[in-house]
């Protein structure tokens, strides 16, 4: 799920066939094929070779202009599969007009259509539930018809288009022997759940006014004085639209308390302890991921606060083995 925005390698796509039989090219049109990079536009070095996997898939909307004349529809959430051959496939053959304009906007995954009547303005929403969030790439391309070439080649360049969000905790002593921590939940309160995503340049136009929605992730962690990585279920990263959650954006800890027999005060002791915590100021940005460290303090006067809530670290978004996971 992972690495900031994508680098990667030309993969061809013929849209024809057979079907290019039963659709006789004339002398004025174009097979087209598409060409997919995830280009690693990071803060190190650039991700390279790394691209969709087969099976995979993208939705593809162009629209098509002569000189002055008003864009008119042409493909409309096109779906391409790439196949074992390494091929982007259509199950269809369209024919372009060499001369004409055309405008294509892509995206991925394509479980949620997304209405792409005006790339510029495409509606979004992140869901509450963890597991259908998804990770959402989003590419645009022009292409002018105008050479006498056979086939043509449009080429996207896919970005990361959400913020990822995960966590790390501690606590700020070692307790065990008096006291076992065990975390459950983490939650971000009032997060901005809709908006509107430019394709022409990855910025977003948060729903106004905002439509806050909780998310959370469950955990049942036993916590250290070591800082523990709070990822390692698999399904324990949020993927949201980039925005600032400082202000009235929250964040809550869950955690129980276990007192050790005959050591620890067994009054701290109990379950569904919580913790509201204010977010430090540091705006999300598309394409990074966002750790925030937790360190949870006992103190036997005030019982349990917050000792700590740290900047963010941002990193790249990928994955261990640098690839870009698009459908999941």
Not at 49 to 67: C, E, M, P, R, Y
Not at 116 to 136: E, K
Not at 184 to 191: E, T
Request: aromatic fraction near 10%; charge should be negative.
């Amino acid at each position: 799920m992972k690495n900031l925005f994508f680098a990667a390698a030309v993969v061809a796509l013929a849209c024809a066939g057979c079907a290019k039989e039963e659709i006789p090219a004339g002398p004025q049109d174009l097979t087209v094929r598409f060409s997919t990079e995830i280009a690693g536009v990071t803060r190190s070095a650039p991700n390279a070779n790394a691209n969709f996997a087969n099976g995979d898939k993208f939705s593809v909307t162009a629209t098509q202009a002569l000189g002055a004349a008003e864009a008119t529809s042409w493909m409309d959430n096109l779906v391409l599969t790439k196949s074992a051959e390494g091929k982007w496939s259509a199950g269809d053959s369209y024919l372009f007009m060499k001369g004409y304009k055309y405008n294509f906007a892509a995206y991925s995954p394509t479980e949620t259509v997304l209405t792409m009547s005006d790339p510029t303005s495409v509606p979004y929403t992140v869901s509450a539930t963890l597991a259908d969030q998804r990770d959402l790439l989003y590419a645009v391309a022009s292409k002018d018809f105008t050479k006498a070439e056979e086939t043509a080649i449009v080429e996207f360049t896919f970005n990361h288009a959400l913020t990822q969000v995960k966590f790390t905790a501690k606590t700020a002593k070692d307790y065990a022997a008096y006291y076992t921590v065990t975390i459950k939940n983490i939650a971000l309160k009032d997060i901005n759940s809709e908006g509107k995503l430019n394709f022409s340049d990855g910025s977003w136009a948060l729903a106004s006014p905002a439509v806050p929605l909780d998310y959370s992730v469950a955990y049942d962690k036993v916590l250290t004085s070591a800082e523990a990585d709070m990822t390692t279920a698999g399904n324990d990263v949020l993927m949201l639209i980039p925005q600032d959650p400082v202000g009235v954006k929250k964040l809550v800890v869950t955690f129980d308390v276990a007192a050790v027999a005959g050591k620890g005060d067994s009054s701290l002791a109990g379950t569904g302890k919580t913790l509201e915590l204010d977010m430090p100021s540091k705006a999300w940005a598309c394409g990074y991921i966002y750790t925030y460290q937790i360190t949870l303090n006992l103190d036997a006067t005030f019982g349990w606060t917050a000792s700590d809530i740290a900047d963010p670290t941002i990193n790249p978004w990928k994955d261990a083995a640098d690839k870009i996971p698009v459908n999941n």
